[in-house]
């Protein structure tokens, strides 16, 4: 499935009061410990670590939502999606 039909979906699903926002996509390599958000790392499998892909959804004005879309680092297998709300995680789904 695409990135965008991922996100597309799961804001249907999950948070369809912020479906309809302009959202923006940025996608970057990262390391595992520099994920701030412990709920977060905790979805990542070992066999992940230390590097991943990270896609970041978010829309002007909505700084306190920000919807993340991990996946490894080549950007092939999907490990989790979730919307970070001031830095709490809400309802994430992980694929692994």
């Not at 979805?43 to 990270?54: A, H």
């Amino acid at each position: 499935m695409s990135i965008i039909k991922l996100f597309r979906n799961y804001m249907e699903e999950h948070h369809p009061h912020l479906a309809w926002k302009d959202w923006k996509a940025d996608v970057r390599t990262l390391l595992v410990n520099d994920i701030s958000n412990e709920a977060v790392k905790a979805t990542i499998p070992d066999e992940n670590k230390p590097e991943l892909t990270c896609w970041v959804f978010f829309y002007d004005g909505g700084a306190s939502n920000v919807v993340y879309l991990l996946q490894d680092k080549h950007g092939l297998k999907d490990i989790g999606i979730g919307l970070l709300k001031d830095g709490e995680l809400v309802k994430p789904i992980t694929f692994v």
